[in-house]
Each structure stands twice: as C-alpha cells, then as structure tokens.
C-alpha cells in the first residue's frame, strides 16, 4: 500500500483536457495554414458583420417603434451623467468660491458699516457744535453791537463831560470877574 497513490478523479480529467487541448490545437493550425479556409472565414466574417449590422437597425427600428431604450441610448445616457457630474462639481467649486467671497464682502460691508456709523456720530456731534458756535457768534454778533452802542454812548458821554468842563470853566471864570451886587434894590 505505500508504492500505490490514492485514486485522484480530477488528475485523470486533467489529462484528458490536455490532450484534448493538443488535438484541438493542432486541427486548427492545420485549418488556418489553409488558404482556401482563410479565404472562406474571411467570407464568412463579412457576412456575418452585415448580418449582425442589419440585425442592429432592426433592433433598433423596433426599439423606437416600442420606446424603448437601446445600447447606444443608455450608453448616451452615461456619458450624458457623466458630463452632467462634471459640470455639477464644477457649479458646486464655483457655489463654494462664491459663498466665501460673499462671507468676505460680508466682513467688509460690516466694518464699512461700523465705519459710517461713526462717521454719523461725528457729524451729528459735528453739527451739534456748528449749531452751538453759531449761536454763540450770534451772541458775539449782538454783544459786539452793544458795545459798538456804548462806546457811542460813552463818546457822547466824553463829549458832554468836556461841554461840561468847558461849562464848569468858563462859569468859574465869569465869577471871577464878575462883580458882585449887594444891597441895591434887595428888598427883605
């Protein structure tokens, strides 16, 4: 029992398959070393292109007559999706590059914003001031008239001071020369 190998059905079907191989091999080698078999294969193989051509538009006929879809429309149809995917993930970049530059716009709009609400509060504080030193030079205005009315005031009064004066002199001098009455016609 050691010299004998156990039964193995696959090896023998494995032989067979080899030779049968080998036999098949060598019939069509010694067909194809044919002229006259290449001749007729070559026959046959256009033949059977035309047949398998008008087998085409007839499918194809029937197919639309049916509606029904063909290789060539749902191999249309996948090239259709692919390009539609391409052209979605490229609106999906541009979708993405456009909500960015939007977030930074928004930034922007945001500190111009806070910037023009400052430029408000000076120029209301602005205007606010404008309005105050307006007033006050209106009152400036009417104290400078008031004083312009004094100083006429006051040139009047000066005037009227050396009339006086004058007055004031010459009556001092008219006592001095002036001789004084007494006693005539003075009735007590």
Known sequence: MTGQKP??????????????????????YLWTDNKEF????????EIHSRYLEAFKKNQ?????????P???????????????????????EQIWD??????SQSKEIGSVVEISKEIIKLTKQLKTELVKT?????????????IQEMKFELMKLNHFKEEF??????????????PVLTGAGTTI
Do not use: C, R
């Open 7 to 28: 039964y193995d059905p696959y090896e023998y079907l494995h032989k067979f398959s080899q030779a049968w191989e080998k036999q098949m091999n060598d019939f069509i």
């Open 134 to 146: 307006k007033k006050e030079l209106a009152d400036t205005k009417d104290l400078h008239e008031e």
């Open 98 to 103: 456009l909500q960015d530059s939007m977030k």
């Open 70 to 92: 063909t290789k060539n429309d749902v191999s249309n149809v996948a090239a259709l999706t692919l390009q539609t995917e391409e052209k979605i993930e490229a609106l999906e």
């Open 165 to 178: 004066e004058t007055l004031k002199n010459l009556i001092e001098k008219d006592k001095k020369t002036e």
């Open 38 to 45: 290449v001749k007729m294969s070559h026959l046959g193989t």
């Open 60 to 68: 194809e006929a029937l197919a639309g007559a049916l509606n029904l």
